[in-house]
């Protein structure tokens, strides 16, 4: 081989243990943990109509003191870009600022749950339903006694939510 063969040889196997080296450094320090959760959902029932459904949803929350804090009608993003209609999902955001920050300083991993959320959608059969995530009991009980009380208002008062958005009562 001559010289200059060799150096471009030897320059692509620094090259590729260069590119190796930082292909093979530790991903940033991401963490995981395991938590166990629940999902809840109750049928819409027939003869409540989406808009009904919201409105009990957002009219018992503000009975319950949590704070209607946003919503993403997703089912619109979808519309825009497919240019086709979707079925309607919509995400609602509720919150009680000061529960949230009980919970954050009891674990900051409480954060995951903020704001609460609960979702209308229609599934593929044309079904209704109210959806959310819950926290489970263990995770509950794992919080401070005065912590752990506003967490169980505040995951009953989404089941009551849920409930009145189901049947339409206002």
Known sequence: MNKPTLGLLFS???????QAAVAAAPAAALSYTDIKVQIARIQIKD???FDDAVESLKLRANQLNLKYVG??????????????P???????????GLTAQKMIDAD???ISF???????VEDSKGKRWVVTMMMSEAM??????DTRKNAQRIMSAMK???VAASSGDL
């Open 12 to 18: 692509a196997v620094l090259s590729f243990a260069a």
């Open 71 to 84: 919503n993403n009608a997703l089912y619109k993003e979808i519309e825009a870009l497919t240019g086709k």
């Open 160 to 162: 009551e939510m849920m």
């Open 114 to 120: 903020m704001p609460c959320r609960i979702a209308l």
């Open 47 to 49: 003869g409540v109509t």
């Open 86 to 96: 979707s079925k309607r999902m919509e995400i609602f955001s509720f919150c009680d």
């Open 140 to 145: 509950i009980r794992a919080l401070p006694a």
């Open 108 to 110: 900051p991993l409480m």
